[in-house]
């Protein structure tokens, strides 16, 4: 009981200190030891204060500008008017085309020697050089061009073709007569031309395409008469057929070919004149008599 009462009396008297020293209950503490264990200081500096949070900076890259050497001031030339062309007036009648008035071209110009040719209809390549031909003679520009000033002197320059000089009977023209046609009624036959005429004293009544014999089996020349005539001959010798036979010389004869009417100049006969327009020899046959003349010449 006395060691309590001394322990007591002990904490009495440092409660006590401590109020005088102005220390708080409990902030001294003693040790195992019964040792005074001082009192942690508090801190004499300013209670530190509560800033506001920075705003965030942003930064934005900013390009430097590109230098650029200067460039010398553009000089504009003066403004320079702009040729045009001169307006062509089109063709009277164009290259390529075809129809009555390109046979009129032809036919008028075979009038004056420079087309060598039986009208077609067609104006190609040989009409332009007959076209430039003209112009040439006649102080005209030679583009071989149908122009307005071109057609309005060709038409001044020649008369108006016929029919027949616009629709010719024969593919070429009728060449120059022999002497010994030009009497009497005769078949007027030109292996140069290849043409028959029928001819009365003179004068040209029909005329047709015909052609010749080959090489091998030529048809005569000279002058001869028509013999006898057969309608719906058939050759003894080759089996075939010679409508409107007409015969001058031995087996040769004047007839319809429908082998000429069929392949044209790439075939040929076995010596006969043969006729591929069958409604004109047909009509000749009718007109011809055995006694007429009979001319075949070169």
Not at 54 to 72: D, W
Not at 255 to 269: E, I, L, Q
């Amino acid at each position: 009981m006395h060691r309590t009462a001394v322990v007591g009396t002990a904490l009495a008297t440092a409660t006590a200190a401590a109020l005088v020293a102005g220390c708080r209950p409990g902030e001294a503490t003693v040790n195992g030891q019964g040792q005074e264990r001082p009192p942690a200081r508090a801190s004499t500096s300013a209670p530190a204060r509560e800033t506001p949070p920075r705003p965030q900076r942003t930064y934005t890259h900013k390009a430097k500008p590109k230098r650029v050497a200067a460039r010398p001031p553009r000089t504009t030339a003066p403004a320079v008017p702009r040729r045009t062309a001169p307006r062509v007036a089109p063709p009277v009648i164009p290259l390529g085309s075809s129809g009555d008035r390109v046979r009129e071209l032809q036919a008028r110009l075979r009038a004056l020697g420079l087309f060598h040719r039986n009208p077609t209809g067609y104006f190609g390549t040989i009409t332009q050089a007959s076209v430039s031909a003209y112009q040439r003679g006649h102080g005209l520009t030679a583009t071989g061009s149908v122009s307005r000033r071109t057609w309005t002197s060709l038409r001044s320059a020649t008369k108006p073709p016929t029919r027949d000089e616009l629709y010719p009977p024969t593919t070429l023209p009728l060449a120059k007569p022999d002497p010994r046609c030009l009497t009497g009624r005769v078949l007027c036959i030109s292996k140069t031309s290849r043409t028959l005429a029928w001819m009365v004293n003179g004068r040209v009544v029909s005329a047709m395409d015909v052609r010749f014999g080959s090489e091998y089996t030529p048809t005569r020349e000279g002058l001869f008469q028509v013999n006898f005539k057969s309608r719906d001959h058939v050759s003894t010798i080759y089996h075939t057929p010679m409508p409107y036979a007409m015969f001058f010389s031995g087996g040769q004869a004047v007839h319809y070919s429908s082998d000429f009417a069929a392949r044209g100049y790439s075939g040929a006969s076995h010596g006969c004149v043969n006729v591929r327009d069958k409604k004109k020899i047909a009509a000749l046959f009718g007109k011809v008599k055995a006694g007429d003349k009979v001319v075949v010449y070169k």
